[in-house]
């Protein structure tokens, strides 16, 4: 599995970006991790903890995520998805890998397993990858809303890494091309192709910008991919919200991401 003596961190070159990566090293089952839309590896301590030296931990910051990591004239979905490759070929990895994602990077680990189901040793979605139609006109119009009045309060922690360094409206795009990516005819078929055992995490209750049962109609929405799918199961719904998932319940998506090394033939 293309093992590291040591752990290693600095930047590495993508498309007209650099991406902050770290990479524990070691010869543990290689586990590459995908942030959430504006969100940083540090969401990922608990989990990279729980898991501990028996996994190779690939953590990196998206564009124009976190403190290092640079701007870019690309921040699509499709050029989330190829980061995960070139973070892998920059760290030397060329064996199967489990993928692990949280919200919007459980979208980019979904279709990363579900395209490379010969490198993939398994994918674990956390409280995100639901096909649900979502994303109507409204909808647009409460994004933009929301991104537009945050902007002040994202720009003076900026600095901090704590807020990506993207506009209101490039947020409010990004968020949108979620919402189609969402759609059950666009990320369906998606799920629908994963091969490799895949095993969900799923939170309770709202999230930040969601009203009432929204977030749980989403998750429903994941019933009859299962049903479809024997590759697919969910791994456990858990008390906290999506937005604390990481934080409160991280040893329940440690489980899954150890379970799916198992079934994925990476650990007895």
Same mark, same amino acid.
């Not at 600095?10 to 770290?22: C, E, F, K, R, W």
């Not at 979502?134 to 991104?147: N, Q, T």
């Not at 799920?191 to 490799?196: E, F, G, R």
């Not at 998750?219 to 409160?248: C, G, M, T």
């Given at each position: 599995?293309?093992?590291?003596?040591? +752990?290693?961190?600095? /930047?590495?070159? &993508?498309?007209?970006?650099? /991406?902050?990566?770290?990479?524990?090293?070691?010869?543990?089952?290689?586990?590459? *991790?995908?942030?959430?839309?504006?969100?940083?590896?540090? *969401?990922?301590?608990?989990?990279?903890?729980?898991?501990?030296?028996?996994? @190779?931990?690939?953590?990196? %910051?998206?564009?124009? @995520?976190?403190?290092?990591?640079?701007?870019?004239?690309? *921040?699509?979905?499709?050029?989330? #998805?190829?980061?995960?490759?070139?973070?892998?070929?920059?760290?030397?990895?060329?064996?199967?890998?489990?993928?692990?994602?949280?919200? *919007?990077?459980?979208? &980019?680990? =979904?279709?990363?397993?579900? @395209?490379?189901?010969?490198?993939?040793?398994? =994918?674990?979605?956390?409280?995100?990858?639901?096909?649900?139609?979502? /994303?109507?006109? +409204?909808?647009?119009?409460?994004?933009?809303?929301?991104?537009?009045?945050?902007?002040?309060?994202? =720009?003076? /922690?900026?600095?901090?890494?704590?807020?990506?360094?993207?506009?209101?409206?490039?947020?409010?795009?990004?968020?949108?091309?979620?919402?189609?990516?969402?759609?059950?005819?666009?990320? !369906?078929?998606?799920?629908?192709?994963?091969?490799?055992?895949?095993?969900?995490?799923?939170?309770?209750?709202?999230?930040? !910008?969601?009203?009432?049962?929204?977030?749980?109609?989403?998750? +429903?929405?994941?019933?009859?991919? #299962?049903?479809?799918?024997?590759?697919?199961?969910?791994? $456990?719904?858990?008390?906290?919200?999506? %937005?604390?998932?990481?934080?409160?319940?991280?040893?329940? &998506? $440690?489980?899954?991401?150890?379970?799916?090394?198992?079934?994925? !033939?990476?650990?007895?």
């Amino acid at each position: 599995m293309n093992a590291l003596e040591t +752990a290693w961190s600095g /930047l590495v070159p &993508v498309d007209d970006t650099a /991406l902050y990566v770290t990479d524990t090293g070691g010869d543990g089952v290689p586990v590459v *991790y995908c942030n959430g839309q504006f969100a940083t590896i540090g *969401y990922w301590k608990h989990v990279v903890e729980e898991l501990g030296s028996g996994f @190779r931990h690939i953590n990196f %910051d998206e564009r124009a @995520r976190g403190k290092h990591s640079q701007r870019s004239s690309d *921040y699509s979905f499709e050029a989330c #998805v190829r980061d995960v490759d070139a973070v892998l070929e920059a760290r030397g990895v060329t064996g199967p890998v489990l993928v692990v994602g949280w919200s *919007y990077g459980a979208f &980019v680990a =979904a279709h990363w397993a579900s @395209r490379n189901p010969e490198r993939c040793i398994g =994918a674990v979605p956390v409280d995100g990858a639901q096909p649900h139609d979502w /994303l109507d006109d +409204a909808m647009e119009i409460r994004i933009r809303k929301l991104f537009k009045r945050l902007s002040p309060v994202t =720009a003076i /922690l900026r600095p901090t890494g704590l807020t990506p360094k993207l506009s209101a409206a490039q947020q409010a795009e990004c968020n949108i091309e979620l919402g189609r990516i969402s759609l059950e005819r666009n990320l !369906g078929p998606v799920l629908d192709a994963i091969t490799v055992p895949t095993r969900y995490v799923l939170a309770s209750g709202a999230s930040f !910008g969601s009203k009432g049962d929204e977030q749980e109609q989403i998750r +429903a929405s994941l019933d009859k991919v #299962v049903e479809r799918n024997p590759n697919i199961e969910v791994f $456990a719904k858990v008390a906290s919200n999506h %937005d604390l998932i990481l934080k409160k319940d991280f040893a329940s &998506v $440690a489980d899954a991401v150890r379970e799916v090394a198992v079934l994925g !033939g990476a650990t007895e």
